[in-house]
């Protein structure tokens, strides 16, 4: 029984599965020298050491069953086990505890497959920089971010830093190629780097505008042969001489870099070709560049090339090649899709949201904006070659229009004939009959031609001062398209010609909710609201068009007057500098700023303004009457006769500059001069009372023996214009009676209701008054006019010249040689600027339509 064993007690088939080989407990690792020197070189690759003991290296560790027990394991083959000690050093691991096993008896630890606990792994090597090789990747490497960096400044529109970047890749580049020669590589030398530092350092050069210098840069590439496909680059030399005005040699190089590029690059070519016909266009060799652009249009047609052909035959006056090449260009294939592609059905839910996100974005718009561009070429074709095609403008007009409506472009024909009135409208012919039959047709078109033709309309009438028909015409508009705000600003003006400002305004505020660039219809709504006295609200208008219109001299002069009117002159005095570093030759303003200046008491800045206003516009009376008056002020009174006998010239029936100059000679002590001077005056203006009594007083003092007849002549005269005063006295007291007589006879008739029968006397007495009360009727049944006598009926009528000036006006300039120096006009009684008048200028002058 002792050599009996049983089976289950020696081979325990389910034994051994809840022991844990100590070979994969990896807690000791990091101590473990043989396992760490594998990990930083090669030594795990070596082959495995033969164990020194036979069978398996647990027996120097027992196993750590579940049950706590440790049990010796022996290996079925009695290979050597992983991790075993064999000749006193420890193979390295080969396996992972990847399944998180653990040797600690210790329950509870943590799992921790990745081995997260034992901290981040050691380092890695460095590279050893220092080979010949390392050094000129790196180098290549700096140069490529060079060039990179030159292109990145370069699109950011930093010139100067691109090229700053660019040569010093090209410096890192020749170290590059030197190192390599040291190094023995000259084999391995990087061609497409040094093509690209090269090519980037020109393209720079160019950007700069450094032309002798991109030149070079582009011959060193070009004469290069070991540089492949480099006779491309002649059509960037071409540029740069044509940037020259070389022409010749610009052709001379577009023909070079034609000749090396093979027609597989068929669009290369043609761009090429176009820029031959531009560069003989410039020559004025209109042929030769008709026939690049014939080429291109057999070859590849496009809108531009079309266009550029017909401005050579229209240079060289063939009509018959003006309209084949306009039937060209309206023939020339867009490649965009229909429009009707991008109205949403109301069927399919998923294609009107792909519509919906596709109707916006950059190709849709791409596509729009080459239809424009198309549009405008075709109306700028016809409108040029129209009067030069046909013996009349309107005959060529009609033939474009009619191959417009054979075209792709059939929507056209509508614009076409509105611009063929416009065009009559631009050549000032209001009233053309063609112009006006041609937009009436469009009152029956759809409501976009409609709108467009009416508004036009509208605006014609406007300048004819027809307000009716303008009004009419822009209710059409305004019905055909409510948000068009062109006709909105029309209708705004012809109620503002019929000073319903209130309701114009509402009418240009609506314009701007439509279109908030509308300037006309800021402009006139801030006119509005200076009409209605509403200041800060106008204000408000014209500083938001100054925002958007910053050099125009007419927002800044409405500025400048509506901070006058807020009694602000520092502001207005500031607007009126803006406005003439604008204009500097506009003499309103001028006069305005001297105006300004001497209200603020600066006579000699408000001198300076008035004299620059004369010297542009030495018509203006105002002007010149502050200036005389300066100069008399300021004891030059001989400066001043200059200033008053221009006056003279501009207003020969007033006196009052006639008097002006002889009292200028009469100050500066010219007598004789000043005696000459009244004489004169005299004898264009006999019964002028000042001129007779200046004359008289200069006689006494001279001693003349005219004194007694001017004295005489001065008698008379004093007694004729008391005569006339009394007259009108009279006549005065006279209308005030019959006032009276009247209201009392109202009375009695209200009070009665019988009539009362007035004597032929008393209906005698109330004509006399009513002709006292008019001076200036004769009825015949008026018996004042009788009792006149011949001499009284021979007195000059109240409108005759020396009537214009009275003793009132007088007494301030015209005063004894003895007696205080004459006061200069205040300018602070002088009219203000004439804002209404401006503002229906202005109102005129903006109203073109869009």
Known sequence: MENVHLALEEDDLYSGYNDYNPTFDSEELENDVGFQQAVRTSHGRRPPMTAKFPGTAIGARPLASSFGSRIPMTSSVGRPMTGAVQDGAARPMSAVRAAGYTSSLIRGSTFDPLGQSRGPAP??????????????????????????????????????????????????????????EQSGNVDHINLDLTYSVLLNLANQYANNEMYPEAL????????NKMFSNAGILKVNMANIYFKQKNYAKAIKFYRMALDQISNAHKEMRIKIMQNIGVVFVCLGQYSDAK????????????????????????????????????????????????????????????SNMVIEAIKNDKLHQMERDLKALAEKYIMTAAKLIAPAIETSFAAGFDWCVDMVKSSQYVELANDLEINKAITYLRQKDFKQVEAVETLKMFEKKDSRVKSAAATNLSFLYFLEKDYDHADRYADLAMSADRYNPAALTNKGNTVFVKQDYEKAAEFFKEALRNDSSCTEALYNLGLTYKRLNRLEEALDCFL??????????????????????????????????????????????????????????????????????????????????????????????????????RATLIQPTQVKWQLMVASCYRRSGNYQKALETYKDIHRQFPENVECLRFLVRLCTDMGLKEVQEYATKLKKVEKMKEIREQRVKSGREGSARGRREGREGSAGSAGISTPILTSPKKASIMGITEDVKTDSSHSSNSTKGERLSAKMRSLPASNEPYEASSPKELDASYVDPLGPQMERPKTGAKKRMDDDDFADEELGDDLLPE
Not at 216 to 223: E, R
Not at 581 to 590: G, I, N
Request: hydrophobic content about 35%.
């Open 123 to 180: 380092p890695l090597e460095a590279k050893n920089e220092d080979t010949p090789e390392e050094k000129i990747k790196i180098l290549e490497k700096k140069v490529n971010d060079m060039i990179e960096e030159s292109c990145m400044a370069q699109s950011m529109g930093a010139l100067q830093l691109a090229l700053e970047k660019a040569k010093e890749a090209g410096r890192k580049e020749r170290a590059l190629v030197r190192q390599r």
């Open 216 to 223: 070079n840069s582009y011959q060193v590439i070009v004469k």
């Open 291 to 350: 026939t690049s652009f014939e080429h291109i249009m057999s070859e590849s047609p496009n809108i531009k090339t079309g266009f550029n052909l017909i401005l050579c035959y229209y240079a060289i006056g063939d009509r018959e090649g003006m309209k084949n090449a306009f039937q060209k260009l309206i023939s020339v294939p867009l490649g965009i899709d229909d429009e009707d592609k991008y109205i949403p059905s109301n069927d399919d839910t998923n």
């Open 544 to 645: 938001k068009l100054h925002a958007i219109l910053r050099n125009s001299a007419q927002v800044m002069y409405q500025l400048a007057h509506l901070y006058e009117l807020l009694e602000d002159p520092q502001q207005a005095i500031e607007w009126l500098m803006q406005m003439i570093s604008v204009a500097p030759t506009d003499p309103q303003a001028l006069a305005k700023l001297g105006e300004l200046h001497d209200g603020e008491g600066d006579k000699s800045q408000a001198f300076q303004y008035y004299y620059e206003s004369f010297r542009y516009f030495p018509s203006n009376i105002d002007v010149i009457e502050w200036l005389g008056a300066y100069y008399i002020e300021t004891q030059f009174c001989e400066k001043a006769i200059q200033y008053f006998e």
